[in-house]
């Protein structure tokens, strides 16, 4: 379960987890989690993954379900017109869509041995109704007009094209994948990004109790990702929290997934 910090969605679908008896293992990128066996693990930094994945394989431990709800939306209140970078790319790709990959490639095979010895396994990545602004251009690359808004859509539009295309290559062996958005809900989101911008830091603390009261607990985005990600029944698809949805149309565009896979590949095995 990566991205479990304090009043996050992971935090609390790690308790609930917890409460119907799964063994947990939680991530954040540096504040330890007392409450169940935690590492840290930063997502844009390949060797932080690289690092954890190995530690994962060193406990012994099975791996039947991969909870991939780390990510960002960095200064959701506004938009920015020029892309920060980290790593080399823009900052809610790098994040968002490459970290993930990068980890679910690196526990892949873990994911599989143990739907090989019991028939089933599952990933689930949290996406964002958000996706349907993604664009095809910042998927394989190419130039397109920044916005920070189209850019954490377009890193979520790239995950929901990974999930279907985990549970295309890996269904038959028992992998069950899904792409789910989990509603809006009260988190610490809309926080990050705002370290520099002090008034609307200030803004965003005015709005919380008014946000608490209209926007989903964290605990109820919480049950149903844990209904979703528990039923073997479900394989695959797009959800809204935990009932089937239409993703948007380029979501459905398997010349693009293709396109995608082959770059996403390209970079994962360090040709780029
Ligand atoms: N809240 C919503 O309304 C909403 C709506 C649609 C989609 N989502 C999605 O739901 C997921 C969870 O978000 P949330 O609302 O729970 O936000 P949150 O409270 O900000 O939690 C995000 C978690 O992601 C972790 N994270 C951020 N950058 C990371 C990195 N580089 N490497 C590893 N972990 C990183 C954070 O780790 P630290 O604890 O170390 O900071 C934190 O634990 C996200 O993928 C988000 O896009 C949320």
Redesign the pocket.
């Known amino acids: 379960m990566?991205?479990?910090?304090?009043?996050?969605?992971?935090?609390a679908v790690a308790a609930r987890l917890a409460d119907d008896g799964f063994d947990v293992t939680v991530?954040?990128?540096?504040?330890p989690v007392a409450e169940h066996r935690w590492h840290?693990?930063?997502?844009?930094?390949r060797t932080?993954v690289a690092t954890f994945a190995q530690w994962y394989a060193d406990q012994g431990a099975e791996l039947d379900l991969l909870v991939?709800?780390?990510?960002?939306?960095l200064d959701l209140g506004s938009r920015w017109s020029e892309p920060q970078v980290l790593d080399g790319h823009e900052i809610h790709w790098?994040?968002?869509y490459l970290?993930t990959v990068d980890l679910t490639r690196a526990l892949l095979p873990a994911l599989l041995a143990a739907a090989d010895a019991r028939g089933t396994a599952g990933v689930v990545h949290?996406?964002?109704?958000?996706h349907e602004r993604g664009v095809a251009a910042a998927l394989v690359g190419e130039d397109w007009d920044y916005d920070s808004w189209v850019a954490?859509g377009s890193s979520?539009l790239a995950l929901v094209h990974d999930a279907a295309a985990l549970a295309d290559e890996h269904g038959a062996r028992g992998l069950r994948a899904v792409a789910m958005?989990?509603?809006?809900?009260?988190?610490?989101?809309?926080?990050?990004g705002l370290e520099t911008r002090p008034v609307l830091r200030r803004l965003r603390n005015l709005a919380r109790p008014l946000e608490r009261r209209t926007?989903?607990r964290?605990t109820e985005?919480a049950e149903h990702l844990v209904r979703l990600a528990t039923d073997p029944a479900i394989v695959s698809g797009y959800f809204h929290k935990s009932h089937p949805a239409d993703p948007a149309p380029l979501a459905g565009d398997l010349d693009l997934r293709a396109r995608l896979r082959v770059s996403t590949n390209e970079w994962l095995t360090g040709s780029r």
């Open positions: 990566t991205g479990a910090g304090p009043g996050s969605i992971g935090e991530t954040t990128r540096a504040r840290e693990l930063d997502l844009a930094d932080s991939n709800c780390a990510g960002i939306h790098r994040t968002n970290g949290v996406v964002s109704k958000l954490y979520k958005h989990p509603g809006a809900v009260s988190t610490n989101i809309a926080d990050r926007l989903m964290p985005s």
